[in-house]
């Protein structure tokens, strides 16, 4: 089974419409992240969590919202999507353990289309 | 801060040609750097990291990189390519120093290789 997982793999939304996209981990890993990725821009965070208490906005966070569950669930809400929110979502975790190094394990990306 | 500027969007190789893909980073602190490699539909995987042991980090696949402080830059390489490395391929940087700081990307670099 996969470390980390995404749900849904694929999702095609209309403007205005509330999504959620999960993330569930079994490494035990504190830390957890979403980036969004777009063609010719790489990966830009949009928020993270150190623990449960704990959550932080990264580069790209308006339109966005989160909730940490638990440790091992992180969810990402586009409360009401937009066109441009189209794009390849990636939940990743790390070690804390082992802060200082940052290595970030990946979910296999969420598609999400807003049309 | 730190940031990560990847020198060409797009590399085009022959089959068991030299792989070079460039990496630059800025940072006012000693960096860590990692290259993460995406292959389609995939989420990114590791190659390798550096965290201020050796200069010279080797990684999975053959992939090897070096940490050259005087240049601010981490290129990767592999002597002989593979079809099967046709990916994208991320740089990304985090501050060695401050626990808990997120990756910085750079924006990608396409790796097609040719039969």
């Known amino acids: 089974d996969a470390d980390v997982t995404q749900t849904p793999r694929n999702r095609i939304t209309k403007t205005g419409k509330r999504i959620m996209l999960e993330c569930s981990q079994t490494k035990g890993h504190d830390r957890m992240y979403w980036y969004r990725q777009d063609p010719g821009l790489g990966l830009r965070l949009i928020y993270y969590?150190?623990?449960?208490?704990?959550?932080n906005k990264g580069e790209i966070s308006d339109g966005y919202s989160v909730s940490r569950q638990a440790q091992a669930k992180f969810s990402l809400s586009l409360e009401s999507a937009i066109p441009n929110q189209t794009a390849l979502y990636f939940c990743a975790t790390s070690d804390p353990s082992r802060a200082s190094t940052d290595t970030q394990y990946f979910g296999p990306g969420t598609r999400l289309t807003v049309l | 801060a730190q940031s990560v500027t990847q020198l060409g969007s797009h590399v085009s190789v022959s089959e068991g040609a030299l792989v070079l893909l460039r990496c630059n980073y800025s940072s006012s602190v000693p960096p860590y750097l990692f290259w993460y490699v995406q292959y389609p539909n995939q989420g990114l995987q590791l190659l390798l990291k550096y965290t201020s042991a050796a200069t010279l980090v080797k990684g999975i696949n053959g992939f090897e990189a070096e940490f050259k402080k005087s240049e601010t830059s981490f290129h990767l390489t592999k002597p002989s390519a593979h079809m099967s490395d046709a990916a994208e391929y991320f740089c990304a940087v985090s501050a060695a120093n401050q626990a808990g700081t997120a990756l910085i990307f750079g924006k990608g670099t396409t790796l097609s290789v040719s039969s």
């Open positions: 969590s150190f623990d449960v208490k704990d959550i």
